[in-house]
Nanobody
């Protein structure tokens, strides 16, 4: 079983920054990629960003391009999401997820492509 633990959420003013972390653990598991999704109140969970574990290729939703940066620390089995120039519309619960199978170009933003999910961390951006 894979366990994911997110941290780093909080309250920040518009224009500020936060860095989210997600540490993965479990017995003898392999993964193709780790990703971040978010869910605002009353809205569907949406894709934010993802990174391939070995090659380090990254993908972003248009709404966060140029502001968010995803990275990973392989020895620590941890993925990070650096969020800069935060906006009130970034307010949501942020979830990390693991994809264990190879994803095609159109699959990155699909919830069903990910096999394991964390419990989420709240990010609130005040105006």
């Amino acid at each position: 079983q894979v366990q994911l633990v997110e941290s780093g959420g909080g309250l920040v003013q518009a224009g500020g920054s936060l860095r989210l972390s997600c540490a993965a653990s479990g017995r003898s598991f392999s993964m193709y990629a780790m990703g971040w999704f978010r869910q605002a109140p009353g809205k569907e969970r949406e894709f934010v960003s993802a990174i391939t574990w070995v090659a380090g290729g990254s993908y972003y939703a248009d709404s966060v391009k140029g502001r968010f940066t995803i990275s990973r620390d392989i020895p620590k089995t941890t993925v990070y999401l650096q969020m800069n120039s935060l906006k009130p519309e970034d307010t949501a619960v942020y979830y990390c997820a693991v994809a264990r199978r190879t994803l095609g170009a159109t699959a990155w933003g699909t919830r069903g492509s990910y096999d394991h999910w964390g419990q989420g961390t709240q990010v609130t951006v005040s105006s």
